[in-house]
């Protein structure tokens, strides 16, 4: 009997640890707000953001003071907002 209690424990221990794991990386906030700043010279500038959750806003801010040959920002959004700004 107190095997199957341990047991129990354990396993409920587990449940809480996943889903408290996977409310930590799934985002279902109100809003999500991401800036970058780059103040150098560098060839090749890459940003990329991807948002799997449903957010009421998404802003992405991109402020280049440098001088590069190629800036590329990337931005995909599989959820469901009502603003996205880029």
């Known amino acids: 009997m107190r095997k199957l209690v341990i047991i129990a424990l354990i396993c409920v221990v587990a449940v ?10 799934t985002n279902e906030s ?3 707000s991401m800036g ?3 103040s150098g010279l560098p060839e090749n ?12 806003n998404v802003e992405l801010g991109f402020e280049n003071s440098g001088d590069p040959e190629f800036v590329e920002i990337g931005f995909r959004n599989s959820g469901l907002p009502e603003n996205v700004e880029l």
């Open 30 to 32: 109100s809003s999500i």
């Open 16 to 25: 809480v640890t996943v889903l408290g794991i996977q409310s930590f990386l």
């Open 36 to 38: 970058f700043r780059n």
């Open 45 to 56: 500038v890459e940003l990329g953001f991807r948002n799997s959750g449903l957010p009421e």
